[in-house]
């Protein structure tokens, strides 16, 4: 097994909690280096692209938090080997990706244009995305998003649809994923519940 | 083979682009399915996220193009099997998608808005892409991205430099490529010189 340190915020959730919550759940040693704010300006130079997560994998930085979820997904058996089983959870990575950056841009914005690009987006985007994949669940039997097992599909959805129901986000409902689609948040509360994730945080709370 | 059909705009460049090189490339029969901007407005609405392209296997509409990407690279041979090598492939993939988001959200903004915007991304992010890419392409022997032979990130690469170089985005200079990192230009030219890519946009003038 390579030597594995993951950086990113020190935050529960967001685009490096899929790898830190799959590693643990297959039990493979990793250095958690999690950054706080305030230390963000000076380290954000050392990164290759200026961005977080950065998975080291004996000493190389390997970038894109979709990258790492497939290389952390292969390594912990929590990825597809199936060619049209992995295609469906490359899929789902990918759309929760995709919004996730449509309402990560927001962030960047003055208070008013953010206030009107998120609720553009509640008013078409978000309920696009989690009605789809409220209905890709169902469609595969509404326990997992691919290859009847967990996969890193799964963690990736769990932790944008408990960010979204944490009701942190200004402008965007807590409750827009039940009025979506109720059946990720069964999904999600069922992730929630397996022992290792349970336990992780636990101790993090 | 499954039946294919790849939905995408009429335009030889963009998400699209690598997934019909890759099949054209291994001779593997599809529907080349090209959508013109005046029908897109009705079109829209059909597809599963208002995105293209899509990629019908057997009927299922597949969304997302590195999704596809890596679906069609397993199915052309053009995907490394190399758990870290397809690491390194993805990691590519993964990064010309996001610095293309930002280039993309772009056209969507006012006159004034976009030409600010893309002298920021002009100032910074381009760069700091476009010069990663020619330092991982360098390390890795300087002709492919990854298992030392042409893949799906060689593809990806080639169509954004294309369209980079082609010099129809406004207040990105089409030197920007060969400033910032000049063995991309010869990578792209190398690329555009196979047969059969040659002949497929020949075929296209």
Redesign the interface.
Same mark, same amino acid.
């Given at each position: 097994m390579p030597e594995l340190r993951l950086t990113y915020f020190d935050i529960h959730g967001g685009r490096g909690e899929p790898a830190r919550l799959a590693l643990t759940l297959a039990g493979i040693p990793f250095e958690d280096r999690r950054v706080v704010l305030s230390d963000w300006r000076d380290l954000k130079s050392e990164m290759?692209?200026?961005t977080l997560p950065v998975l080291e994998?004996d000493g190389y930085p &390997? !970038?894109? +938090?979709? /990258?790492i979820n $497939?290389?952390v997904g292969?390594?912990t058996g929590l990825y597809p080997t199936d &060619?049209?089983q992995? /295609?469906?959870c #490359? @899929?789902i &990575? @990918? +759309?929760v990706e #995709?919004i996730s !950056?449509q309402i990560g /841009?927001t962030f960047r914005m003055s208070t008013d244009a953010r206030r009107t690009q998120r609720e553009l987006l509640v008013a078409g985007p978000i309920p &696009?995305?989690l009605g $789809?994949l409220g209905t890709q669940l169902r469609a595969r039997g509404d326990r997992y998003f691919a290859d009847d097992r967990l996969t890193m599909a799964d963690l990736k959805v769990f932790a944008w649809v408990r960010h979204l129901r944490s009701g942190v986000l200004d402008h965007i409902s807590s409750a827009i994923v039940e009025s979506c689609a109720d059946n990720l948040c069964a999904h999600q509360e069922r992730i929630a519940a397996e022992p290792a994730i349970a336990a992780w945080y636990a101790e993090r709370a």
């Open positions: 290759p692209l200026g994998v &390997l !970038t894109q +938090s979709n /990258a $497939r290389y292969q390594l &060619l049209w992995a /295609a469906l #490359d @899929e &990575l @990918e +759309s #995709d !950056t /841009a &696009l995305f $789809r």
